[in-house]
């Protein structure tokens, strides 16, 4: 779908990074007149929701710079150039809780921030996991401590904002949902 | 909580746009040693959960630069300085869709990409909405187009891909567990 096209005359690239490119995009909009876009550009990422045989929803912490602290969330990573996004949730499941599943399952895919981002989440369920026999290495920069919480428990730290992020919000309605069903 | 802080030692701030603010920040990891953090700086924004007397869930479609398509969203915008996420949600309510409301409830916030944007979305709820009398004029450079839907219809759009950003999958899920009570 096109409704509303912006048609991009002009594109100057602003700053080509690790994780972000910024693009600044003249563009002509539906009634003739001109404006400017500011285009983050993002490899993709996946997240994993995965429940333990107990019921309890298997969660990392870590430091998060743009926010100036920690964070609990679901498992979650940056895809690497050319993989495919099932292959990297298990990857991301692995290097960072220690679990692995054979039963990955894709719920929905979502851009996080649409009005400035091509970020998208990719995102996958599980409630087969079992440990791993050894622990991967993870990124040598990445600092994460594992915590299972039960949804009473995902739902207080939301109120207390250490939980706090979309991809987190999302997965504790989506066990809410599953409890209730 | 600064669990795993990563101590900045240098900000180098690449770009200053309408929307977005590049930084770089120079970080010292827990372990000692060196990194850098590509870091989007953003005003942050409201969304608003709006469902009509028929138990219809308002949305909008509009075109997003990033994605280079149009998408179907709960009514969302940023936030001005020094704006009450409150009184913009309203606003946003208002601008978008025509209607207005003497009840909007806060549900919740997140942060939609923790790894690199500090961009909040605060979340409202309302199922008290009446047409207002007036439209109220919207940004200049925006063009949106009103639409409702039952939760059914909501579910077949984001499996097409047509509802694609986190939080109007989140409001799917939300509608879902509250007709699920």
Do not use: W
Not at 69 to 79: C, R, T
Not at 80 to 91: I, M, N, S
């Amino acid at each position: 779908m096109k409704k509303f096209e912006e048609k991009t005359y002009e594109t100057e690239t602003i700053y080509k990074g690790k994780i972000v490119q910024l693009d600044i995009d003249s563009v002509t909009l539906p009634d003739g007149n001109t404006s400017k876009r500011e285009l983050i550009r993002h490899p993709g990422a996946v997240a994993v929701i995965a429940i333990t045989e107990e019921g309890k929803l298997v969660c990392v912490e870590q430091y998060r710079k743009p926010m100036e602290k920690s964070i609990i969330e679901i498992p979650a990573g940056k895809l690497e150039p050319g993989e495919e996004p099932k292959t990297c949730a298990l990857r991301e499941l692995e290097e960072e809780t220690g679990y692995t599943s054979d039963d990955l399952e894709f719920i929905t895919s979502f851009y996080t921030s649409p009005g400035f981002a091509d970020e998208i989440v990719h995102l996958y369920f599980t409630d087969q996991i079992k440990p791993m026999e050894e622990q991967p290495d993870g990124d040598e920069d990445e600092f994460v401590e594992q915590i299972e919480l039960t949804v009473e428990e995902a739902e207080a730290l939301e109120k207390e904002e250490r939980i706090h992020d979309a991809k987190t919000a999302y997965a504790i309605l989506y066990m809410k949902l599953r409890n209730a069903r």
